[in-house]
């Protein structure tokens, strides 16, 4: 067999092909962006051969969490919670309005009021944004929780109706989560199968992470910076509420952001919950109806929501997994 | 027989070396990548600050409120303080694996650890 130059040349230009198949052929891309939006830090995680779909994807993912921010913050004046607030019967409310609504009211009713969309006027009383936060007189707490609870919120088609006019709508427990859902139906639409999109915590995991199953981590509630279990999941909701994120302390008492309605005051029964559903939406109104509820009524609720799983954090640090829990719980 | 070298005119050397050129070329620019972790700050949009997460380093970040200050150190990256109202920059302890994120929300300012996947890491994300 004799050299020649165009055999020579094929053989180097083969080569170099192969190496650059060997780089790029089959090669996950990755796109992970985040940006502080809704009081929080979002980040979007999407994962697919086309770079461009991808970012195409979570440009509009962003996008869509932001118009659903104005609509459903009670830190926008033109909101539609803001325009209800202010009015004195209520009024017609956006599609995306009123399903959060509708949703919130269902678990309100099955929590038994645990979960309340009523709060705005409890929580703006106890000034936990401010800087200095102090215990409200029960004298003020009461006032506040007069005409207020779920009983006082009713949907009609796209009309929703207030029993009160000093009632102030508050969807602090439930809009994030549904925001992020809407994000997460972006992606879909995009047609990204593998990614998360992930609010301050609240969480879905679309499909699963590139090399492995999604490990969430769930935060310790007393242990800064430390976990308290690992769960591994794909096409689920993961959302945490707890009393150590925004809290101030008086005369050795811990004064937290949820509150329990028949009180008025921060709910006593647990550290945490964690909660694992179908969608972040529900996840985020039950991890609230679970803390306000404590573990063994918190545990019962949840039962009520099959493929739903949870896992609540008593005052004492006891831990109290649902049944599914096992289900998911990976690597300690 | 004649050897390869012996058949190639001046032409041919110049694809081979031409090519094998940008081979080495695009070999030492990937081998020149970052390989370390760093942590990447931005305020507002615009990115304010980058270091080594293994280099320990302070300092003050300014936002709309004031100044946060960010210390890198070996617990990892952490605010010590902020002018927000809440603290909660500071209560959030420090980050230190590869794609977590530390925000001071009122102040604009975001913490960003950017580095290759660490396969230690416990977790993907974080529930809090």
């Known amino acids: 067999?004799?050299?020649?130059?165009?055999?020579?040349?094929?053989?180097?230009?083969?080569?170099?092909?192969?190496?650059?198949?060997?780089?790029?052929?089959?090669?996950?891309?990755?796109?992970?962006?985040?940006?502080?939006?809704?009081?929080?830090?979002?980040?979007?995680?999407?994962?697919?051969?086309?770079?461009?779909?991808?970012?195409?994807?979570?440009?509009?993912?962003?996008?869509?969490?932001?118009?659903?921010?104005?609509?459903?913050?009670?830190?926008?004046?033109?909101?539609?919670?803001?325009?209800?607030?202010?009015?004195?019967?209520?009024g017609e409310v956006a599609p995306e309005t009123a399903e959060v609504v509708a949703l919130g009211l269902d678990v309100a009713r099955r929590s038994n009021g645990a979960f309340d969309m009523t709060l705005g006027r409890l929580k703006i009383l106890w000034g936990l944004d401010q800087e200095n936060p102090v215990?409200?007189?029960?004298?003020?707490?009461?006032?506040?929780?007069?005409?207020?609870?779920?009983?006082?919120?009713?949907?009609?088609?796209?009309?929703?109706?207030?029993?009160?006019?000093?009632?102030?709508?508050?969807?602090?427990?439930?809009?994030?989560?549904?925001?992020?859902?809407?994000?997460?139906?972006?992606?879909?639409?995009?047609?990204?199968?593998?990614?998360?999109?992930?609010?301050?915590?609240?969480?879905?995991?679309l499909g699963q992470h590139p090399e492995h199953p999604w490990r969430i981590g769930i935060q310790h509630p007393r242990e800064q910076g430390g976990i308290l279990?690992?769960?591994?999941?794909?096409?689920?909701?993961?959302?945490?509420?707890?009393?150590?994120?925004?809290?101030?302390?008086?005369?050795?008492?811990?004064?937290?952001?949820?509150?329990?309605?028949?009180?008025?005051?921060?709910?006593?029964?647990?550290?945490?919950?964690?909660?694992?559903?179908?969608?972040?939406?529900?996840?985020?109104?039950?991890?609230?109806?679970?803390?306000?509820?404590?573990?063994?009524?918190?545990?019962?609720?949840?039962?009520?929501?099959?493929?739903?799983?949870?896992?609540?954090?008593?005052?004492?640090?006891t831990l109290h997994p649902s049944q599914g829990w096992a289900n998911y719980q990976g690597a300690p | 027989m004649k050897k390869p070298w012996q058949v190639m005119t001046k032409g041919d050397w110049l694809i081979v070396l031409t090519l094998l050129g940008v081979s080495i070329a695009g070999i030492a620019w990937l081998a020149a990548a970052p390989k370390g972790t760093r942590v990447v700050v931005t305020s507002g949009d615009q990115t304010c600050f980058i270091a080594e997460l293994d280099q320990s380093h302070s300092v003050d970040l300014d936002g709309p409120l004031g100044k946060t200050h960010l210390v890198i150190d070996a617990t990892g990256a952490h605010v010590t303080s902020s002018p927000c109202p809440r603290k909660i920059c500071i209560s959030m302890g420090p980050v230190k694996h590869s794609g977590d994120l530390l925000a001071c929300v009122p102040n604009r300012i975001m913490v960003r650890i950017e580095g290759p996947a660490d396969e230690n890491a416990p977790y993907d994300l974080l529930s809090r």
């Open chain 1, 229 to 317: 279990a690992t769960v591994q999941v794909r096409d689920k909701a993961v959302v945490t509420s707890g009393d150590y994120e925004r809290f101030f302390e008086q005369d050795g008492h811990r004064y937290h952001h949820i509150f329990d309605p028949e009180t008025g005051s921060p709910a006593r029964g647990c550290q945490s919950a964690t909660v694992i559903t179908d969608s972040v939406a529900l996840g985020d109104a039950l991890a609230t109806a679970l803390f306000v509820l404590g573990p063994q009524k918190g545990l019962e609720l949840l039962a009520e929501y099959p493929g739903s799983a949870g896992l609540i954090v008593a005052a004492d640090g």
């Open chain 1, 135 to 205: 215990v409200p007189t029960q004298a003020a707490i009461a006032e506040a929780l007069e005409g207020i609870g779920f009983h006082a919120l009713s949907l009609e088609g796209l009309n929703l109706i207030k029993r009160s006019p000093q009632l102030m709508v508050d969807l602090g427990g439930i809009a994030k989560g549904y925001i992020v859902d809407q994000a997460v139906m972006v992606l879909k639409k995009h047609g990204v199968t593998s990614g998360a999109v992930n609010a301050g915590g609240d969480m879905y995991l």
């Open chain 1, 1 to 90: 067999m004799s050299w020649n130059r165009p055999l020579i040349i094929g053989i180097i230009l083969l080569l170099l092909a192969l190496g650059w198949l060997r780089t790029n052929s089959g090669d996950t891309e990755l796109v992970r962006r985040s940006r502080l939006m809704m009081g929080t830090i979002v980040e979007i995680v999407a994962s697919g051969r086309d770079t461009g779909q991808l970012e195409a994807a979570v440009d509009d993912a962003f996008a869509e969490i932001a118009r659903l921010d104005r609509l459903l913050s009670r830190h926008y004046q033109d909101s539609d919670i803001t325009r209800l607030s202010q009015s004195s019967k209520g």
